[in-house]
Each structure stands twice: as structure tokens, then as C-alpha cells.
């Protein structure tokens, strides 16, 4: 996972996988930027292979806490037919903006 | 006359997360050398699959020891997949997953196991769960 931060807006770009296993360090690296005051999140999954309900969990979590912050996540450079197709099964696209 | 006895597996898997991916490709293994009529089992299975296995793992493994057991099948027209893990379950008798679920990130999880399979059942505990997916559909 790496984060990138330009001027007030940031990237957070996943590893292969959102899941069990890495969620907390998901949610870390996110408080972080909300911390800092960075409301202006892209989650860039260019990466991203799988993913299961604890890191749609997180995703929506996040979701709601920029939203609630009056800022803005989401969602670029989805690669694999997996992820889509998870996504398209939650309707996502109608709760985040997917690019 | 040949019948085609159907093949039970059977695995007993240490409680830890990483050990998910490692049954679930087995189980795609399998799937992909025997014959069934199930539309889209693939990505069905590995949703239902990683799900309850988490489920497992999180909420029925506490101790570095416990283990979660797994039976998998199939049949031409049917495919199952039984998860129980040694935790206390939950009370699945009164967990609705059509809708928004009580239970959160637990009940996210059944929620999306619900809607690839075809059926869903739980012991009494509510720590073993059995999904079903039929085929000629």
C-alpha cells in the first residue's frame, strides 16, 4: 500500500489484495490523512486482484467519513474483472464515484 | 455400469487469515476438473468461499490453535461447500440478509454469500455454515 499526498488532495494506492488481513493497516493509513486534514481521497486499485466485505467495509467506511467531512473519495484505475464485478454486485458505483 | 460416485474433500485448515488463498485456489482446482452444469460457479464460489472463511477465521478463532473444517462437493447439478468453525456461532435465526444487517462487517459477508448461492443453512449454533449452488438454471 502507498500514499500519495499533493498539495490537499490524496492517493491511496492498495496492493493486491483488501481484505482480513490488511484492513487495519488500511484504515491507518487512511486516519492518517484525515488527521492531517486531506479530504480529497482517491483509492487507485490499478492493483487491486481481490477483495472481500472487510475491505468493501472499509472502502464504504471511508466513504461515509470524507462525505461527512464535506470532502470527496474515489475510485480509479479498477483492473481486475474480479473487483468489477464485486463491485457491480454491491452497486458501488451508485455510493462512490468510480472512475 | 459405471456411477459416478461423488468425490467428498475434506480439509482441516489452521484459524489464520492467510491460509485463505490457499484453499481457495484449491477449491477452484477442483472445480475446474470436474464436469457440472452450474452457471458462473467460478466467481460465485470464490465470493461465497472467501466470505465464510473469514466468517470462520475472525469470528470462530480465537486460540492460535483452533482450526476451521471444510467439506467440499460435486455433482453435476450441485455444488456445496460446508464451513464450521470451534467459535460459539451467532444467532443467524434472527439476522435478516436481505437487508441492511445488525451484525455489520459479519453480517456484510452473509449478505454477499446470500446472494451468490442458492441456498444457505446454519446447525443450530450458527457456527457451521452449508451453501448450495444448483444448477439447470
Not at chain 1, 15 to 36: T, V
Not at chain 2, 68 to 89: A, R, S, T
Not at chain 2, 130 to 137: E, N
Request: proline share 2%; charged share 30%; aromatic share 8%.
Amino acid at each position: 500500500m502507498q500514499v500519495e499526498i499533493k498539495n490537499n488532495s490524496a492517493r491511496i494506492i492498495s496492493g493486491e489484495e483488501l481484505n482480513l488481513i490488511n484492513r487495519s493497516e488500511f484504515e491507518d493509513e487512511f486516519k492518517k490523512l484525515i488527521e492531517d486534514g486531506i479530504i480529497d481521497i482517491t483509492l487507485d486499485f490499478k492493483n487491486l486482484k481481490k477483495i472481500d466485505s472487510s475491505g468493501l467495509g472499509k472502502v464504504l467506511h471511508f466513504n461515509k467519513i470524507v462525505e461527512d467531512k464535506g470532502g470527496n473519495l474515489k475510485i480509479e484505475n479498477i483492473n481486475s474483472e474480479y473487483v468489477k464485478r464485486v463491485f457491480k454486485m454491491i452497486d458501488l458505483n451508485n455510493i462512490i464515484e468510480i472512475n | 455400469m459405471d456411477n459416478d460416485q461423488t468425490k467428498i474433500y475434506n480439509y482441516i485448515i489452521p484459524g489464520q487469515a492467510e491460509q485463505i488463498t490457499g484453499i481457495i485456489n484449491e477449491l477452484l482446482q477442483i472445480l475446474e476438473s470436474v464436469d457440472h452444469n452450474i452457471s458462473d460457479i467460478e466467481f460465485r464460489l470464490e465470493i461465497a468461499a472467501r466470505e465464510m472463511f473469514a466468517n470462520g477465521i475472525e469470528y470462530g478463532c480465537k486460540s492460535p490453535d483452533d482450526q476451521i473444517v471444510v467439506e467440499f462437493w460435486i455433482e453435476k447439478d450441485k455444488i456445496v461447500l460446508i464451513v464450521e468453525d470451534p467459535g460459539e456461532g451467532f444467532n443467524w435465526q434472527e439476522s435478516n440478509f436481505e437487508i441492511e444487517p445488525v451484525l455489520d462487517e459479519r453480517g456484510r459477508g452473509l449478505k454477499m454469500i446470500n446472494k451468490v448461492s442458492d441456498k444457505i443453512e446454519f446447525n443450530e449454533e450458527g457456527n457451521l455454515i452449508k451453501i448450495t449452488f444448483l444448477g439447470g438454471k
